[in-house]
């Protein structure tokens, strides 16, 4: 079962096998809100996202991407029905083209989604289309309507099958034992949400300043793979089933507007470079590059040659990958992609200072950028500069509390620093934010038992432990009441 699959049949085995006109459909009120809270739901999706994390072998950890699609998604939701939604997006490594959109505002996009998509705001339209599914609330709504399945149920049912994703076997029995009966057969949201998504993703898309063609565009060029494929559709065709209504409604909404012509950002085109540079092994992606800026067959010479770039940084080929990242200099190029890798390759070449210095001089111009966060804290552990490093981490604690990496990233700092209670301290919260109570809980008895914390140290450690105890009892209570 593909990862994104899970998710859609998690959200059609609450959803009716009737249909219901979408002007027809409630808003959901204080009773029904009352049973199924905001709250609840961001809870629930957390608990699946974590899941995904850490079991899930086609998750994609990687910041940079992550930063982008999440800069592409904040624009998009500004200029939403629900400009204040709190949404998350995050990339699955699979090439068929899908994305999807989880409880709580966690939406999934699959690889195959970016290098598919001809230009930007065709992505865009694709992320608009899930924003509207969230800010309409449509998991939420069918969960009110039909009341068929408990959410602890959902929940699990989506665990099981994430764990037992290599063996569909197991992941049938997972659905079975979930009570959640034809979900194979129901992967899509009702054709009527899916309307009312595409209604308001094309005004999101407009009112983002993106090409409202994109949309059309996008899925009409899928709808006529599916003719190719026949009954081997594209995968998002069968959780979003197309319709030829559909279609005609976006492409005569397209041109009923003014005409934009709006250009691709850069930060689009390394995205994909990088994920190009990924398929297959970083030898034959620096060949493809090299033949292409040979040939001077590109759309984007920096993109390409960014591509290159990271092909041989991959490859270990140091002295080459740097050679093109100074080629990217002398074409003006600028992005917090492009200075994470020059940081990366002088990391790689055993000069952590170097890198120090171009990650600080590049979080001056991109002070948003996690990914370059990540690598200054990286680069200031290897350097051994672990003061300047944990009043780095704290600093940036101050502004991203739930922020999981950068509490890894304090708690090796400790370790180097040789500060064990605040080592596990940090490694604790680590855990936490991952959902990992219990290894949190662990964490914090080994920082009772560490001999080198001070009188307030030793009591914020036992006041945290005491926390994360009653939370343990919680959820022992719950889980016998069947909650």
Not at 180 to 202: V, W
Not at 260 to 274: E, G, I, T
Not at 316 to 338: G, N, Y
């Amino acid at each position: 079962m593909a990862c994104a699959a899970v998710f859609l049949a998690l959200a059609a085995s609450v959803g009716s096998s009737s249909p219901v006109l979408a002007d027809e459909l409630p808003d959901l009120g204080e009773s029904a809100r009352a049973e199924f809270s905001p709250q609840l739901e961001r809870k629930i999706g957390e608990r699946i996202l974590n899941e995904i994390r850490l079991r899930e072998p086609s998750y994609v950890d990687d910041p940079e991407i992550a930063d982008y699609l999440n800069r592409l998604g904040s624009r998009l939701v500004a200029a939403s029905a629900s400009p204040t939604a709190d949404c998350y997006f995050f990339l699955i490594r699979d090439n068929t083209v899908n994305a999807f959109a989880m409880f709580g505002g966690f939406i999934g996009v699959n690889s195959g989604t970016l290098l598919t998509a001809q230009s930007e705001s065709e992505l865009a339209g694709v992320l608009a289309h899930e924003i509207s599914h969230v800010t309409q609330n449509h998991l939420a709504r069918q969960i009110v309507r039909e009341k068929q399945s408990s959410i602890a149920m959902m929940a699990a049912m989506a665990i099981g099958v994430l764990a037992a994703r290599s063996n569909s076997q197991v992941a049938s029995a997972a659905i079975a034992s979930a009570q959640a009966g034809s979900i194979q057969a129901q992967l899509a949201f009702s054709r009527d949400f899916e309307r009312e998504a595409d209604r308001l993703g094309f005004q999101t898309l407009s009112g983002a300043g993106y090409d409202v063609r994109g949309m059309g565009d996008f899925f009409g060029r899928l709808q006529q793979a599916g003719r190719v494929y026949e009954n081997n559709a594209p995968v998002y065709l069968r959780s979003h089933p197309l319709t030829v209504e559909r279609i005609s409604d976006m492409q005569n909404r397209a041109q009923s507007a003014p005409y934009r012509q709006v250009a691709d950002s850069l930060d689009f085109l390394l995205v994909r470079a990088k994920l190009r540079a990924q398929m297959g092994t970083p030898q034959e992606a620096a060949s493809e590059f090299g033949k292409q800026l040979r040939e001077k067959k590109y759309g984007s010479e920096i993109a390409t040659r960014y591509g290159l770039a990271y092909a041989l940084f991959k490859a270990k080929q140091l002295a080459a990958a740097q050679r093109e990242v100074e080629a990217l200099d002398a074409l003006k190029a600028s992005s917090p992609m492009i200075a994470g890798l020059a940081a990366a390759i002088r990391m790689a070449a055993d000069d952590p200072p170097g890198a120090v210095a171009i990650y600080r001089d590049a979080m001056q111009r991109y002070p948003q950028s996690r990914s370059l966060v990540y690598g200054y804290a990286e680069a200031l552990l290897a350097a051994r500069q672990y003061g300047d490093g944990l009043r780095f981490l704290d600093s940036q604690l101050q502004t991203y509390s739930s922020d999981y990496k950068l509490y890894g990233l304090q708690a090796r700092t400790f370790a180097a620093s040789g500060k064990r209670l605040q080592q596990h301290r940090a490694q604790a919260e680590f855990y936490l934010l991952q959902g990992q109570l219990g290894a949190a809980v662990e964490q914090l008895q080994f920082a009772q038992q560490a001999v080198d914390g001070n009188f307030f140290e030793q009591s914020a450690v036992d006041a945290r432990l005491r926390e994360l105890r009653k939370l343990q009892a919680e959820e022992a209570k719950q889980k016998k009441n069947g909650v």
